[in-house]
């Protein structure tokens, strides 16, 4: 629409040619949107094999630093091939970038980013994981005498911190987790009900929903939610209150960033999770017993009925028991890795995925341990 | 040295009767100026006038509730549409902060305007990056660091060689000396000033430093109660009689500058 004036991007291109015995002839504008075709031309130019050479800059309409830095660099390089070269008519005001450019040539080269060796990259590894274990240790002893006084002492608990953390991470989970433990329950009662029926034994599929998901895959799809809804949060939270020195200004108000931040998240998620957890054993049983009388002709009382002798209240307890435990992992590596954020924004994306991809790793290894040590009591 | 270009005499940015509103609050109720090429222009006033607003504006960040940005002659707003690149090319902005990108080394973050815009060769974008990290004053070694690990002085020069890089024929600089040390702010100055001198460059600058302003402005249009309450040099604005005008100039500090700038 508006009217514009030519804009200086459409300017005449740079040329350059040998002009003669010994002459090089240099035209137009040398800026920096034509530079790219003015190396290809320069690539191109057939240099005389005279130890002298004259470059007319006479016809050089305009030139900004990028054009001189191109002029530089082609004196210099005739000069490295052991020609003289002199730049001749040169307009004053062109001349005075070319003067710049030159004056500060000395002074810049930046530093050629070498590779370190094989043994200077292993210990690098070897430092950095060190170091990063004796923090992460570290944290975990500061954040668990923290948590031991606070209990002991309960008026230095955040409780508004404490109850928004069990809405936004209880509350607020609820119809995600509840439609996905349903949905689980749906799943595991469908694909039993397939091999069930081939041996006439449909009644068993209340065995394999109830003890299933009370005991392994409720709390289990609770945590891996929960890491990765809230415990990315928890990284993302403090690594940009780290970022923005939020941080730093806890920490000069005499306030400690654990009792701050810290305890309120774990106790909330600690307090959330084996509620979450009981939330989701409804949701998911009640699935099972939807595909059951659905496909295997076990109405809703058989299925109360065999529920009361086949599960017994153990796997319950022990579901149930393991959520705390998961619950202080997810929050506690959250956390860590929020404290971890040194830099920028990037590294706010970076440890936030690795607090999820460690926490639910970490849920999991703990799970697996528990069934170890679980067999052996014989539970 | 930019061209004389056949619209010369078309000012490089043109603000006519802005209004900006931000929900109940109104930034600015009636703003016009007009900035000439190859001057350092320079827009001041208190705290929360819409100094950076009205640069967000010119910028096309940033539509005015109504109103007309012009730069180049292009409506500002319409830049971001994207089909004017060449427009884009010909500016640059120095942000408060330095608004380095956090992943891409001081030497990746200076060459990126290079990279995107242009198809340089690797070597030549080497060292037109080389030459403005040098000549914004910094330390060759600094090239390889992240920006942070790089010191808020540092961080804002970085920040001028980026915008600087592709020899724009304006710049942006928001509050270029806030929160450096004397020695270095005067330097900024030296800085901008030589820039102009050598490439004929247009500056637009937000700022509060009195010295900046008498030491570098040409014109300095003083923004307060959502309006311009004056237009001019240091010289004319000091004698102004606007009260708001005469308490922003001739604060202690203001007179403190003045009588080292101003007599002069």
Request: charge should be neutral; proline fraction near 4%.
């Amino acid at each position: 629409m508006a009217v514009t004036s030519k804009p200086s991007w459409t300017r005449p291109e740079a040329k350059v040619g040998i002009g003669g015995a010994g002459v090089l002839r240099c035209e137009g504008s040398w800026t920096i949107p034509n530079l790219s075709a003015l190396s290809r031309a320069l690539a191109g130019v057939q240099w005389p094999r005279t130890p002298k050479l004259a470059c007319d800059a006479t016809q050089i309409t305009a030139m900004d630093t990028g054009g001189a830095v191109v002029l530089h660099r082609l004196v210099m390089q005739l000069r490295r091939e052991g020609r003289q070269v002199t730049i001749e008519g040169l307009r004053p005001e062109f001349a005075e970038i070319l003067r710049m450019v030159s004056s500060n040539w000395n002074r810049i080269g930046l530093p050629a980013t070498t590779r370190p060796g094989w043994a200077e990259q292993v210990d690098q590894a070897v430092s950095k994981w060190t170091k990063q274990a004796v923090s992460a240790l570290g944290f975990i002893g500061e954040s668990t005498v923290g948590i031991w006084r606070s209990l002991n002492a309960p008026s230095g608990i955040r409780w508004r911190a404490l109850l928004r953390g069990l809405e936004l991470d209880g509350f607020n989970a609820l119809p995600i987790t509840g439609l996905l433990s349903f949905l689980i329950g749906v799943v595991i009662a469908y694909q039993g009900a397939e091999q069930l029926r081939k041996f006439g034994t449909n009644i068993f599929v209340v065995d394999l929903v109830g003890i299933s998901l009370l005991r392994e895959i409720s709390p289990l799809i609770v945590a891996i939610l929960i890491a990765g809804r809230s415990g990315s949060a928890y990284a993302a939270e403090i690594g940009t209150m780290k970022v923005t020195e939020e941080l730093d200004a806890v920490q000069t108000l005499g306030l400690s960033p654990v009792q701050l931040l810290v305890l309120p998240r774990v106790l909330a998620l600690v307090i959330a999770l084996p509620l979450l957890t009981v939330y989701a054993d409804g949701l998911g049983v009640f699935g099972g017993m939807l595909i059951a009388s659905n496909q295997l002709n076990v109405s809703f009382t058989e299925f109360v009925d065999r529920f009361e002798e086949a599960v017994a209240l153990r796997h319950f307890l022990i579901g149930i028991g393991k959520a705390p435990f998961f619950a202080f992992i997810i929050a506690l590596v959250g956390c860590y890795q929020g404290f971890q954020i040194r830099g920028g924004v990037d590294d706010v994306g970076r440890h936030t995925t690795t607090s999820v991809v460690q926490s639910i790793f970490l849920v999991i290894v703990f799970d697996a341990w528990c069934s170890i040590v679980l067999s052996w009591w014989e539970l | 040295m930019t061209p004389t270009l056949a619209g010369v005499e078309t000012p490089i940015i043109e603000v006519s009767h802005v209004f900006t509103r931000f929900g109940e609050t109104v930034v600015h109720k009636d703003v016009s100026l007009t900035v000439r090429r190859g001057e350092v222009f320079a827009i001041a006033g208190g705290n929360g006038c819409g100094k950076s607003t009205l640069m967000r504006e010119i910028v096309g960040l940033q539509e005015p509730t109504s109103g007309v940005v012009r730069l180049f002659g292009i409506e500002s707003w319409q830049l971001r549409e994207g089909r004017h690149h060449e427009v884009h090319r010909r500016f640059g902005v120095m942000f408060q902060q330095g608004a380095l990108f956090s992943s891409l080394t001081l030497a990746e973050n200076v060459a990126a305007p290079l990279k995107e815009h242009t198809r340089l060769s690797p070597d030549v974008i080497r060292d037109i990056v080389a030459l403005k990290i040098a000549s914004v004053g910094l330390p060759a070694d600094s090239a390889a660091k992240y920006p942070n690990e790089l010191s808020g002085g540092m961080r804002r020069r970085a920040a001028l060689a980026r915008a600087i890089v592709m020899d724009p024929e304006l710049l942006f600089l928001d509050e270029p000396t806030a929160g450096l040390d004397p020695m270095i702010a005067a330097g900024f100055d030296e800085l901008v000033l030589q820039l102009k001198a050598l490439l004929g460059l247009t500056v637009v600058m937000v700022t509060h430093d009195l010295d900046s302003l008498w030491r570098i402005a040409d014109r300095v249009a003083v923004l307060g109660d959502g309006t311009v309450l004056g237009i001019g040099t240091m010289r004319e604005l000091s004698r102004s009689d606007d009260p708001l005008i005469r308490e922003y100039f001739h604060g202690p500090r203001g007179r403190a500058a003045e009588g080292q700038h101003g007599s002069t």
